[in-house]
């Protein structure tokens, strides 16, 4: 959607009240049936957290400035994960900004105001409290790896503001009371059940097609516990692990890990992976001709826009466990242009499950600062944790609605699904009842790889 369309739209519509963040955009068409869309998605949006917000009696910084915290390891191996995040935040707030910021606070703009955590828990916990007690933000987006998350979660905790935890699976984030975060999308126990149902799913269909399996992750909260849960979930099933191994994030030779695929043949093999390790163990195994029945895999370097431009065909039949894929907006005809907009403003970078995140995390915020009227960061978090987000909001991209456990922070209605990657796209195929028409699972994965294929 072109900046100057954008303009008009805005112009045409600016004494209409939408609610949320500033109402709805049009899907793709013409200019005409852009604008239709957009009034008619107007009044069907009217009341809502609009409603909630038009009884504030006070609201703080009318007209101003709000500024919102970003912390992300903007340096190191999880950088390009960052950068993704970042994408989806800085475009929800450019959308809600254009359309008028926050209407029920005279139209305040949202500035973010950015932090690196270097993948560090003391320095994200140190970048937090400056965002906090020095820029005066409202709340914070954050902050991927789930222990730096931990650290950042305590400091908003500490000083009572909202933390809306982005791209951060760990399952501690939402073990006991935590009442200043929420989590939107899947933790990790989501994650290892989901690839513990395929499996069994898969023997089902085939009686006996996955009896071995290895274990592949990185050396950090996050591989550990999927790790645990993998073993957990493998036992259950009386699947036997014949690989287990444990890699730092800057590893730079798998060699030896992929010698042992190769010795024990697993028929499945389960990764918690970032970019830098997915991409090497990926082009290693391609280099050997190692191909399991199943690449399970955790939603993470696998995801990253330059894996593709990295390892090409060499991911072909590789599974990818999301709460996210770009055919969620597939199935969203409504929502196309949220995707075709990305791509446009991105130079054709397409949504990742992290860009995602970072729109849906942003939303949340503006949502919240709409219903409580008032940048004060404990009106926005009593705001925050009763939102009720349907799955057809207009700005909403997972299929699923959004709402909080009031005690823990966890929307209790994330779903991981998983995708496969056929000819280098990410498709949806798991539960089989979300392939789009057209898209089935291949099990195999192996059959779509080019090592297979060129037998």
Same mark, same amino acid.
């Not at 163990?281 to 696998?302: D, I, N, R, W």
């Given at each position: 959607?072109?900046?100057?369309?954008?303009?008009?739209?805005?112009?045409?519509?600016?004494?209409?009240?939408?609610?949320?963040?500033?109402?709805?955009?049009?899907?793709?068409?013409?200019?005409?049936?852009?604008?239709?869309?957009?009034?008619?998605?107007?009044?069907?949006?009217?009341?809502?957290?609009?409603?909630?917000?038009? $009884?504030?009696?006070?609201?703080?910084?009318?007209?101003? &400035?709000?500024?919102?915290?970003?912390?992300?390891?903007? &340096?190191?191996?999880?950088?390009?994960?960052?950068?993704?995040?970042?994408?989806?935040?800085?475009?929800?707030?450019?959308?809600? *900004?254009?359309?008028?910021?926050?209407?029920?606070?005279?139209?305040?703009?949202?500035?973010?105001?950015?932090?690196? &955590?270097?993948?560090?828990?003391?320095?994200?916990?140190?970048?937090?409290?400056?965002?906090?007690?020095?820029?005066?933000?409202?709340?914070?987006?954050?902050?991927?790896?789930? $222990?730096?998350?931990?650290?950042?979660?305590?400091?908003?905790?500490?000083?009572?503001?909202?933390?809306?935890?982005?791209? %951060? &699976?760990?399952?501690?984030?939402?073990?006991?009371?935590?009442?200043?975060?929420?989590?939107?999308?899947?933790?990790?126990?989501?994650?290892?059940?989901?690839?513990?149902?395929?499996?069994?799913?898969?023997?089902?269909?085939?009686?006996?097609?996955?009896?071995?399996?290895?274990?592949?992750?990185? *050396?950090?909260?996050?591989?550990?516990?999927?790790?645990?849960?993998?073993?957990?979930?493998?036992?259950?099933?009386?699947?036997?692990?014949?690989?287990?191994?444990?890699?730092?994030?800057?590893?730079?030779?798998?060699?030896?890990?992929? $010698?042992?695929?190769?010795?024990? *043949? +697993?028929?499945v093999v389960l990764n918690a992976c970032y970019?830098?390790?997915?991409?090497?163990?990926?082009?290693?195994?391609?280099?050997?001709?190692?191909?399991?029945?199943?690449?399970?895999?955790?939603?993470?370097?696998?995801?990253?826009?330059?894996?593709?431009?990295?390892?090409? *065909?060499?991911?072909?039949?590789f599974f990818t466990v999301s709460g996210w894929?770009?055919?969620?907006?597939?199935?969203?005809?409504?929502?196309?242009?949220?995707?075709?907009?990305?791509?446009?403003?991105?130079?054709?970078?397409?949504?990742?499950?992290? %860009?995602?995140?970072?729109?849906?995390?942003?939303?949340?915020?503006?949502? %919240?600062?709409?219903?409580?009227?008032?940048?004060?960061?404990?009106?926005?978090?009593?705001?925050?944790?009763?939102?009720?987000?349907?799955?057809?909001?207009?700005?909403?991209?997972?299929?699923? +609605?959004?709402?909080?456990?009031?005690?823990?922070?966890?929307?209790?209605?994330?779903?991981?699904?998983?995708?496969?990657?056929?000819?280098?796209?990410?498709?949806?195929?798991? +539960?089989?009842?979300?392939?789009?028409?057209?898209?089935?699972?291949?099990?195999?994965?192996?059959?779509? %790889? +080019?090592?297979?294929?060129?037998?």
């Open positions: 959607m072109k900046k100057k369309l954008l303009a008009v739209i805005l112009a045409a519509f600016l004494a209409v009240s939408l609610a949320a963040c500033g109402g709805d955009s049009g899907g793709s068409g013409d200019s005409g049936s852009k604008e239709t869309e957009k009034a008619e998605k107007a009044e069907e949006t009217q009341g809502g957290t609009q409603a909630a917000s038009d $009884t504030a009696a006070d609201p703080g910084n009318a007209g101003g &400035t709000i500024k919102l915290g970003v912390l992300f390891p903007y &340096t190191g191996s999880a950088a390009a994960v960052a950068e993704d995040a970042q994408k989806g935040i800085e475009f929800a707030v450019d959308e809600v *900004n254009s359309r008028g910021g926050i209407k029920s606070m005279g139209g305040a703009q949202i500035e973010l105001i950015y932090g690196d &955590t270097q993948s560090n828990e003391e320095a994200a916990a140190s970048e937090a409290e400056r965002l906090i007690s020095h820029e005066g933000v409202s709340a914070i987006l954050g902050c991927y790896q789930s $222990t730096v998350t931990l650290s950042v979660q305590n400091i908003c905790e500490k000083y009572h503001v909202p933390l809306a935890i982005t791209c %951060s &699976t760990g399952d501690a984030l939402t073990e006991g009371p935590h009442p200043y975060s929420v989590t939107i999308h899947e933790q990790n126990m989501d994650t290892t059940k989901s690839h513990a149902q395929f499996i069994s799913d898969m023997n089902a269909k085939e009686p006996g097609a996955i009896k071995t399996a290895a274990i592949l992750r990185q *050396n950090d909260d996050w591989g550990q516990a999927l790790g645990d849960g993998w073993q957990e979930e493998l036992a259950a099933l009386d699947i036997e692990i014949v690989v287990d191994e444990v890699f730092a994030m800057d590893v730079t030779d798998l060699t030896t890990v992929v $010698t042992k695929l190769v010795d024990k *043949n +697993p028929d970019f830098q390790s997915m991409s090497l163990l990926t082009q290693t195994m391609a280099g050997v001709g190692y191909e399991p029945k199943a690449m399970l895999c955790s939603s993470s370097g696998e995801t990253d826009n330059d894996f593709i431009p990295t390892v090409g *065909n060499n991911a072909d039949g894929g770009e055919d969620v907006l597939a199935s969203m005809p409504d929502k196309a242009w949220i995707g075709e907009e990305y791509i446009e403003r991105n130079n054709g970078e397409h949504y990742t499950a992290e %860009s995602a995140a970072g729109w849906a995390a942003a939303m949340v915020i503006c949502e %919240s600062l709409e219903a409580a009227g008032s940048d004060d960061a404990e009106a926005i978090n009593t705001a925050m944790r009763a939102l009720e987000i349907p799955e057809d909001s207009w700005w909403n991209i997972y299929p699923y +609605p959004i709402s909080f456990n009031q005690e823990t922070g966890k929307n209790e209605n994330a779903i991981p699904v998983m995708g496969q990657f056929q000819d280098t796209k990410i498709k949806l195929i798991y +539960p089989e009842s979300i392939a789009v028409e057209g898209t089935e699972l291949v099990f195999p994965g192996y059959e779509l %790889s +080019p090592v297979y294929k060129n037998r």
